[in-house]
């Protein structure tokens, strides 16, 4: 059943272990709404791999499989493979659930495998932009600016000058059938892109935003509102690519990265002139997504 279009059903319970605000628990409180019980989920050592709890008090209602750190869409394919040499009549989604650690840096080559064999299973990584879960150490997802454990501020910097790696480029290079960016604080478009992702035959990559009070250093309780900062500044724009075309989903780019970094810890070290460098890269990223989106469709 849906309530104002969103599946009523709830497959986490109360009693799991996520800091108050997290992102990760409503990325996957969606995902799982979406995609109901005949879902199976593998993760591997992440924030989300201790949220649930240990058996038998796990909060989630659906089977999990916990995976070493680098195999998530390795073993997502392996749990895929095995579902069809059982042959079973009815549907079951496999969701591999990563962070961006866990994706970008230590799983990416078993996920660029896993969509070049094809195998229909939907990867998400859930990006809370560091290490979160042994005390936020830099990704290559982490952005710019940002000051982590593992880029403390010195007297001389020393905080990530680096922009972040492209997942969802490095996806599409692949031709993968669908890859979509989802943010909680548009929880209509999350949905339906969910729903879109466990259509398709074949792989299907989500990238997921997903904020983390206890790393980025605000007040648990403005979790929508950066969400939708991240989207209404281009920081993580919203959008589709599918049989090879790109479809941005949301197009009002209205307010000025300042405005987003300005409710975080983790920036607030930052100068004006350094906020003014970022704001010309996210406009530059921005501006190619438009090209993208336009060449795609002519
Ligand atoms: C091979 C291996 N290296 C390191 C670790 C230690 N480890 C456990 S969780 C974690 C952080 C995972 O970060 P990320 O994938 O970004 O997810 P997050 O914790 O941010 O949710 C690390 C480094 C491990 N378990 N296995
Ligand atoms: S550290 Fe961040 S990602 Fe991990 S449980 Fe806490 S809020 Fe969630």
């Known amino acids: 059943m849906k309530r104002a279009g969103i599946p009523s059903e709830e497959f986490i319970y109360s009693g799991h ?12 409180r969606y995902l799982l709404k979406t995609l109901g019980k005949n879902t199976i989920m593998n993760i591997p050592p992440c924030c989300f791999a201790a949220i649930p709890g240990t058996f038998p008090d796990t909060c989630l209602s659906i089977p999990l499989l916990y ?6 869409a390795a073993t997502a394919s392996g749990i895929e493979a095995a579902l069809k040499i059982k042959g079973k009549k009815e549907k079951i989604t496999v969701v591999g659930f990563a ?3 866990g994706t970008a840096d230590i799983g990416i080559q078993a996920l660029s495998g896993a969509i070049e064999r094809g195998h229909e299973i939907i990867y998400v ?10 005390g936020m150490q830099t990704s290559s997802l982490t952005p710019m600016g940002a000051t982590t454990t593992t880029n403390p501020i010195g007297k001389k910097g020393g905080w990530r000058v680096k922009t972040k790696k492209n997942m969802m480029d490095i ?32 792989p299907s990559y989500i990238h997921a935003y997903s904020v983390c009070p206890t790393g980025w250093r605000y007040p ?13 500044t281009g920081i993580f724009p919203l959008y589709e690519f599918e049989n090879e075309r790109y479809t941005i989903n949301y197009k009002k780019k209205t307010k000025r990265v300042f405005e987003y970094y300005k409710l975080q810890g983790r920036f607030k070290h930052l100068t004006e002139d350094f906020i ?8 530059k990223e ?3 997504l438009l090209l993208k989106e336009k060449c795609s469709t002519e």
């Open 17 to 28: 272990t996520a800091c108050p605000g997290c992102g990760a628990l409503l990325v996957a």
């Open 220 to 232: 648990p309780e403005f979790g929508l509102e950066l969400g939708r900062l991240a989207t209404e």
């Open 67 to 72: 995976n070493a750190f680098e195999t998530t």
């Open 171 to 202: 996806v599409a290079a692949h031709n993968i059938p669908y890859a979509a960016t989802v943010n909680p604080s548009y929880p209509f478009d999350f949905v339906k892109k969910i729903e879109k992702a466990r259509s398709v035959k074949g």
């Open 125 to 134: 990584c859930y990006d809370n932009e560091a290490y979160m879960n042994t």
């Open 99 to 101: 962070g961006d650690g």
């Open 276 to 283: 003014e460098e970022v704001q010309k890269i996210v406009d």
């Open 286 to 288: 921005w501006n190619k």
